[in-house]
């Protein structure tokens, strides 16, 4: 009965969608209010009813009610309960639920936080997020409807994919799609503006915190999802190059392109319609991710059900959603460009710069993703894209964007004097390329030209910001200036200088592991010491070890450093009781400059020898401390008062062009 | 410089930027993308003998064998019309099986032994890598050997769940 009524919140939730999308932007156009005023009531009961089928999924899967085929597919009673809870977004249904739960959450806190909105803008905003959800729910109940029941019900479930049961991958799913979902927000804060030829600062600084708060879910799923990587698939890499990887990526590259855009777009008024393009970009290339796990187009490590009639809506989809969108664009764009001027040396050319990059790199990680789609339309066969492309596009690029991130925060708005810049800027600039030189040398420590590059780079970006921050201090009027400005309402700067911080934390991370990172295969008897950088890995052979729904080989390993026993490790190879297949627990000795990991391959010949692999990874968590203070900086800029503050300021416009007519 | 001057010296840097990222871009992948082709290609020599490729197909039954001492393994790969034999030495991933479909990336010895660099085998029961299943539905079509066998492998591909392969 439960399922049913899950199934039935979610017809209904399509229901309200539909007048969602119509009645609020139907009154916008002709002025009537109560019409418009719909916008937020519809949004909070499209969110109730989401929730309510959310609420129905998870009873059944805690209560192990196999008569749903869902459940029976990705539960089962062993299954400890806090998994029972993330195998809801285990598999393809569910994890479609969770994405339009979010869209709903999302739609709620627009109505909920834009009390000064104009009307007929948030009505225009809620009804593209309508027409969004219209299409998903269609996706969920048509295609792919979790509460379809099975019969006869099975005594047992399948069981959750080993894989995902673990914490890490508990949280990891929710962070990204809420990034995925959020930056529907600033899409359809750029279609409503489109539709209402009205795009001015006031647009831009409604939807920065939105796209902020949407790029800091989706940094930390995507930090997430490596660090889960490279814990649980044993195999010690942090970055695969992976499809679905990939999709994930590209939104995230064109949302930090547009949060820049944005700052543009709101300080200066320039960089229009170039911002709008971005917000559109941003979305479909999230729903372009959803089209690539789900249709399972491409190979990759977490490819979903491959079905094609999902495939072919998603297709169907996205074409529309992208089609549409810039069909609007083209018509309404060169009624809204314009803008700010500027001079080539600018604190918004530095900004273009990075922003040309970041869409650079966003197409290039499209073009290698898609490659393989295209050869084999083509007829030029099948091919794949091994990850140095990939590397070597993005060490070809990046150096000029960290260049100009290093210039631009000290840079003045409009126009500023390459004299000034060179008088701030001497410094940091002699200094990194002496650490350039050292380290390429390798003169102090072995090193190569790539060593050399990144922890130069990384030395430019620190310093700079410590010199931006200095002037911007003695414009406070020294450190009194910093409290004031955290106490009160300019954290924005704070969050930008942390975030940046954080990029150049994540080049010496990626550097040094990429270059000083050790990894050993080898075949070790009980009894056999191996030794890595300094540490000696003694091998005291592997003991069958029985866990609560799996059975595993647990090796261990004593770990020496110098004489002094430093850790004991116990990396397992396990075979779940539901299914054959065998899953490798990484042993992992983690520290803030290396980590020392240890994973078994299999076991060889009769004296109980194992296929052993052994890693020593220096620097490797400062790659997730980046994505931290990169989600910490995001925080800070959120909670910028002026967002808060601005928004009552602005005078309430009667609506856009099209309202009036 | 005009406000006209500024935006040409903009767009012309643009048109510059792209054009060589592009050139770059296309130039690296010709060296960095490794084409697949099935044991009946390798056999009819179609494959390159001096480049990087990927090699699919099921692991033949019963032709898994480990070197004595060291880490070095050798299998049959299979698509039902003809056979490779592929060398690796290093760990295997979690999934690789007998009878199962696995994918191979290195290159072909002079001894007619494809000496990979890496292996990727699937991720679930459920699961064939795209290629390897082409590979064996284009055997069937040819109706060479064993054809419902491999028909029976292929239909598999398009229902798996959490799938996929990894790399090591």
């Given amino acids: ?71 029976a597919e990705q539960s089962n009673t062993l299954l400890p309960q806090i998994y029972k809870v993330s195998a809801l977004w285990g598999g393809h249904e569910g994890s479609l639920l969770l994405w339009v739960l979010m869209l709903g959450l999302w739609g709620a806190a627009v109505a909920a936080f834009s009390r000064n909105l104009p009307l007929p803008m948030i009505s225009r905003v809620i009804a593209v997020q309508g027409m969004v959800a219209i299409g998903f729910l269609l996706f969920t109940l048509l295609t792919s409807n979790p509460f379809e029941r099975l019969f006869p019900i099975p005594p047992e479930g399948r069981d959750l994919n080993p894989l995902l049961q673990d914490p890490g991958l ?118 372009l991710g959803t089209f690539l796990v789900r249709s399972g187009v491409l190979t990759s490590v977490h490819a979903f059900a491959t079905d094609p009639s999902r495939g072919t809506f998603i ?72 990850f140095p492309w990939f590397n ?49 040398t390798g003169l102090m420590f072995p090193g190569n030209l790539w060593v050399g590059l990144g922890l130069g780079l990384s030395t430019w970006l620190v310093l700079t910001h410590l010199v931006s921050l200095k002037e911007r201090l003695r414009n406070k009027g020294g450190l009194g200036g910093l409290i004031g400005d955290l106490r009160n309402r300019s954290r924005s700067f704070y969050g930008m200088w942390l975030a940046h911080i954080g990029v150049a934390v994540f080049i010496v991370g990626a550097t040094v592991v990429s270059n000083f990172g050790s990894e050993t295969d080898l075949r070790m008897s009980p009894g056999d010491v191996h030794e890595v950088a300094g540490y000696r890995f003694q091998f005291n052979g592997a003991q069958p070890h029985d866990g609560p729904n799996f059975r595993a080989q647990r090796g261990e390993f004593v770990i ?16 779940y009781l539901s299914g054959g297949m065998p899953m490798t627990e990484a042993g992992i000795d983690p520290g803030f400059l290396r980590d020392l990991y240890v994973s078994l391959g299999e ?5 109980g020898d194992w296929a052993v692999r052994i890693y020593y990874k220096p620097y490797v968590r400062w790659i997730w401390l980046a994505g931290i203070l990169m989600a910490l900086g995001g925080l800070l800029a959120v909670s910028d008062g002026r967002y808060r503050t601005a928004r009552k300021r602005v005078p309430v416009p009667a609506g856009g062009g099209l309202a009036r007519a | 410089m005009k406000a006209r001057q500024k935006r040409l010296v903009l767009v012309g840097l ?11 871009a296309l130039k690296a992948l010709q060296s960095n993308i490794s084409y697949f082709f099935s044991p009946t290609q390798v056999q ?53 099986k007998e009878g199962q479909g696995a994918v191979a990336r290195g290159r072909l010895g002079a001894d007619g032994v494809f000496y990979a660099e890496e292996v990727l085998a699937k991720h679930d029961e459920e699961y064939m890598p795209p290629e390897v299943a082409d590979t064996l539905k284009t055997a069937h079509a040819k109706g060479m050997t064993e054809a419902a066998d491999a028909a029976r492998v292929a239909e598999q591909t398009g229902y798996g769940s959490a799938a996929g392969t990894v790399a090591q």
């Fill in chain 1, 1 to 71: 009965m439960i399922p049913e009524l899950g199934h039935f919140a979610l017809i209904l939730a399509l229901g309200l969608a539909l007048v969602q999308s119509v009645v609020p932007l139907w009154g916008s156009f002709n002025g009537r209010r109560p019409w418009m005023e719909m916008a937020r009531p519809l949004a909070w009961g499209q969110l109730t009813f989401l929730a309510v089928a959310f609420a129905c999924l998870l009873q059944a899967f805690l209560t192990d009610d196999f008569s749903v085929r869902y459940v």
């Fill in chain 1, 170 to 287: 508990a949280v990891h799913p929710p962070m990204l799609y809420m990034g995925y979902v959020g930056f529907s927000v600033a899409f359809s804060f750029a279609i409503a503006a489109l539709i209402g030829g009205k795009l001015d600062a006031a647009w831009a600084r409604w939807s920065r915190p939105w796209t902020t708060v949407a790029w800091i879910f989706l940094t930390i799923g995507i930090a997430l999802g490596s660090w889960w990587a490279y814990y649980e698939l044993g195999w010690g890499g942090w970055w695969f190059w992976d499809p679905v990887e990939n999709a994930s990526f590209m939104p995230w590259l064109a949302g930090t392109a547009l949060m820049h855009s944005l700052a543009v777009t709101e300080k200066r008024g320039a960089f229009k319609s170039w911002t709008v393009l971005l917000a559109i970009s941003a979305f479909s290339l999230s729903l």
């Fill in chain 1, 315 to 386: 297709l169907a989809f996205l074409v529309i959603v992208i089609g549409g969108s810039l069909a609007l664009y083209a018509w309404r764009a060169p009624a809204v460009s314009g803008g700010g001027r500027f001079d080539l040396v600018s604190r918004e050319s530095f900004l273009l710069v990075n922003n040309l990059l970041l869409a650079a790199l966003a197409l290039l990680v499209l073009f290698g993703t898609l490659a393989p789609l295209i050869y084999e339309a083509a007829g030029w066969g099948k091919i794949s894209v091994g």
């Fill in chain 1, 392 to 440: 070597t596009m993005f060490i070809a690029l990046s150096p000029f964007l960290v260049l100009a991130m290093g210039v631009g925060p000290s840079t003045r708005w409009k126009h500023d004097e390459p004299g000034r810049l060179a008088r701030l800027l001497w410094v940091p600039l002699i200094l990194s390329l002496g650490v350039l030189a050292l380290a390429s």
């Fill in chain 1, 560 to 575: 020496y450093k110098g004489e002094r026993q430093i850790d004991v490790l116990h990396p397992e190879k396990r075979s």
């Fill in chain 1, 603 to 607: 076991p060889v010949g009769t004296q």
């Fill in chain 2, 14 to 24: 643009a048109i510059v930027g792209v054009g060589v990222a592009a050139a770059l």
């Fill in chain 2, 44 to 96: 009819a020599k179609e494959a390159p003998a001096d480049h990087v490729f990927r090699l699919g197909g099921l692991v033949s039954e019963g032709t898994v064998k480990r070197a004595d001492d060291g880490l070095t393994v050798t299998f049959d790969v299979t698509d039902m019309a003809e056979t490779v034999r592929v060398s690796y030495t290093g760990i295997l991933p979690d999934l690789f």
